[in-house]
């Protein structure tokens, strides 16, 4: 098979152009003289070769055959690891995780010895989250020096201050999550920050507890203790800290909200610890020095016959598992702190892309019913298989060396090889690269502009031009009007069936974004990332109200975005006129 030769670069796998450009910039292997050194098919074919090492420790001679399969599934696009496993396996730059917690003790030892291991965890392309919940507030004592401290509000500007410098060098973005607790001396300082500009590598969460959420609904006070002396310092009324973190909310996206208690209740490994912080986009849980390492199936490859061809997905579902538990054993972590952890519990987070392409094409509406239905099902089987699959690992490698501490044992269940199996990624760029609709999330619109890497790049989703073409209402006219608004609710020569199946982010109420995350959260053992997309005019009682339903949806946390409210989107309207 003849590769195609777009932007220079072979592309055996067919790829749409910005898949091609991402790649060419950022992933594909360079030689000396700085010259695209592989194909994208040869990429997958590095990654499954590097991975699949790990099959050699537990049955010489039989690494070639996992270099196989894994390299077949993923030049057909079925799953995608996170992006610093595309990017780092087989090269100098050995981190394939794609996040990492790091604490933050309430010294300058630890905040500064940790500044220094994001540093290097960022340039190898992981996201980092941190809870600041430990520092002592802005004005508390410094014994050594009899001074003020400046609190988390301002150490939090230095990491953001550190990212900023290496962003310039690295090849991708090392985002980051900052948490701080609602009881916190400074939460007033935290909910603001964002919103007063700059921490653009950050994104943030106040963690709430069920407590404080219950006095919201009452109207009472809530007590801000300091996390050194362990003193309530200030009563202050919780309906009115809420509705500031509304506002703020409301203003920049920022912050979202962190359900602790639910968190804690899910986590596997309680004898370890108290989970304070998430990843960066929030899917996954970590207690400090643990990391993750993601990948998702691509939901789009497995339709036939206008159904979810479950036989299929099945087999993807253990092949990921076996692929994510060899991560952990080839992948090489920067800094000595993650390696027993990596080890001990073996969390790797498998989840999926394509929801919303793959409703399109069944021709079900995102916010209906069988929607919401069929993607708890899809999830449901993931996790089983997911499970199964992690249990046969386990009788032949063992289980995972804190299993017997784990809230797994004494169940009655099989011993399994991961501490956690599922987590719901964005999937920002490996979405791209499978041409795909992103993580969980619903389509952005029809029509947009997706700006990447300093280009302006015109886009019409792919399926719906095609079904448009094939059913024969595709037209100049259309395509007009789809870059007018985006969207084909409102068209009226557009088949009414098409037009509900093809709904819009922006269209869809809030009330089923969140239904959907709830529905896909029931069969997920980390979180999920889903942005809860609201239209420009919402209000910040809106937020309120959908900040309220996410806690009593049981789900792990809530982001919110309301259109246009940070320049810098990476995907716009193409005629915002
Ligand atoms: N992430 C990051 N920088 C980015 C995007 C993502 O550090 O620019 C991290 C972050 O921890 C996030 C995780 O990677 O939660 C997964 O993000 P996503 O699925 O979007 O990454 P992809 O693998 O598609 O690049």
């Not at 919940?133 to 508390?140: C, E, K, Q, V």
């Not at 049981?554 to 982001?559: E, F, L, N, Q, S």
């Amino acid at each position: 098979r003849r590769a195609k030769l777009l932007l220079g670069v072979r592309d055996d796998l067919k790829l749409p152009l910005s898949a091609v450009a991402v790649l060419k910039e950022r992933y594909l292997l360079r030689d000396d003289h700085g010259r695209v050194a592989e194909s994208t098919g040869e990429m997958m074919d590095r990654v499954a070769r590097h991975v699949a090492q790990a099959e050699e420790a537990w049955s010489p001679g039989s690494a070639q055959r996992w270099v196989e399969a894994f390299s077949r599934s993923l030049r057909r696009l079925e799953f995608l690891p996170n992006s610093p496993t595309l990017m780092n396996a087989g090269t100098s730059l050995g981190l394939l995780s794609g996040c990492v917690v790091l604490p933050l003790e309430d010294s300058l030892v630890s905040i500064f010895g940790t500044l220094g291991h994001a540093a290097l965890l960022h340039q190898a392309g992981a996201g980092t989250g941190y809870s600041f919940s430990r520092l002592r507030p802005r004005g508390d004592a410094v014994a050594s020096t009899g001074g003020a401290a400046s609190g988390p509000v301002s150490f939090l500007s230095v990491f953001d201050a550190a990212a900023d410098v290496l962003a310039q060098g690295g090849r991708r973005r090392g985002a980051s999550m900052a948490v701080l607790d609602v009881s916190h001396p400074d939460i007033v300082d935290f909910v603001q920050a964002k919103a007063a500009g700059g921490l653009e590598h950050f994104n943030v969460s106040v963690a709430v507890s069920d407590r404080f959420m219950r006095a919201v609904l009452r109207g009472t006070g809530h007590r801000l203790v300091n996390p050194r002396t362990g003193k309530a310092v200030a009563r202050i009324d919780a309906t009115e800290l809420f509705d500031r973190i509304c506002r703020a909310a409301w203003r920049s996206g920022d912050p979202g909200l962190l359900f602790l208690d639910r968190i804690n209740q899910a986590n596997p490994l309680p004898s370890s610890g108290r989970i304070e912080a998430t990843n960066p986009c929030g899917e996954v849980p970590l207690l400090p020095y643990e990391s993750c390492n993601l990948a998702s199936l691509n939901l789009a490859r497995f339709i036939s016959g206008g159904q979810v061809d479950f036989e299929r997905l099945r087999a993807a579902v253990w092949l990921a598992v076996r692929f994510l538990d060899d991560v952990i054993d080839v992948s090489r972590y920067p800094i000595r702190e993650l390696e027993r952890p990596a080890h001990d519990s073996r969390k790797v987070g498998l989840g999926v892309m394509g929801l919303a392409e793959l409703l399109a094409v069944l021709g079900i509406p995102y916010d209906s019913e069988p929607a919401i239905r069929l993607a708890g099902r899809v999830l449901a089987v993931i996790e089983k298989e997911a499970h199964q699959a992690s249990a046969e690992l386990a009788a032949q490698r063992g289980p995972f060396p804190l299993y017997q501490h784990s809230r797994y044992a004494g169940q009655g269940t099989r011993p399994l090889r991961n501490a956690q199996l599922t987590s719901i990624a964005p999937t920002g760029t490996i979405s791209l690269i499978a041409g795909t609709t992103s993580g969980i999330e619903p389509m952005f619109a029809l029509s947009y502009v997706r700006h990447i890497l300093g280009r302006q790049l015109p886009e019409v989703n792919p399926h719906f031009e095609r079904l448009a073409r094939d059913r024969g209402f595709w037209s100049d006219q259309l395509r007009a009007e789809l870059d007018r608004t985006g969207m084909v609710r409102q068209i009226p020569h557009v088949p009414p069936d098409v037009r509900t199946a093809f709904v819009t982010a922006l269209e869809i109420p809030p009330e089923w974004h969140l239904k959907m995350q709830a529905a896909v959260q029931r069969h997920v053992d980390a979180a999920v990332a889903k942005t809860i997309n609201l239209p420009e005019q919402a209000t910040a009682a809106d937020i309120r109200a959908i900040y309220l339903a996410a806690w009593q949806a049981r789900v792990k946390g809530i982001t919110v975005y309301r259109y246009g409210a940070r320049p810098g989107q990476v995907l716009t309207l193409a005629d915002p006129g």
